[in-house]
């Protein structure tokens, strides 16, 4: 487990120099601008974060056991669904992040909530392992479906605090979900795997709720990027 720890520190190594270069520059070309930040907001961006990482971790911890116990599959298919799961996170992520650019920040978060209501409760509900296994590739990919999305809208809420929103954003909120864990281990323990996912399936309702209050943040056109790019090299 070392190999990759140590192939990505050689390679941070060698873009170091780059990107220190690039933040002197763009220091060099930015203008302070005092912006309010409204903390209202982001209160009601965490815990959208913080419902989906319940679900996330909930899912990561109990998907092998899961197959196991309850769809009566080997360990090897536990596994393998499990895999399945995080790389439907990856693509997940990548096509939010797309797609955000096109639609909104705002937008993608909803649609994200919108489509783990029916997902989870039909994934726990549904004992033929074929369908759920389709069912478990359009959660992972809907609970990181708004990851990045919610990054910048964190950054772009209290724009004041860049570090603090990323801080908040990309670790706290969402490693709360794996603190949480231990109590859905109990559960299972004492009730079985199927009843403690079950709880987690009122989640999705609550934070889509949320999500429908959060505060749109506009899209900056790809052009009007390219030529603040442009004119921070020059």
Partial sequence: MIILPVVVALISFTQLRQSTNCGKSLKAVQIPVKTKDDWSAFARLIITIVGKSIIFYALLTFISLYWIT?????????????????????????????LADRFGYKTIVVVGCMLLVPIIPAFILIKNVYIATILLLLAGASLLFTYGPTVVMGQKYIPNYVGLSSGMTLGVAFSVGGCLTPLLGSLADALGVGIALSVITIIPILIMIVSFTLKPIEVEPTEKRESKLETTEA
């Fill in 70 to 98: 309850e769809l009566q599959q080997t360990e090897f298919a536990g596994s393998l669904a499990l895999s399945l799961f995080s790389m439907a996170g990856i693509f997940g992520n990548l096509l939010g992040g797309r």
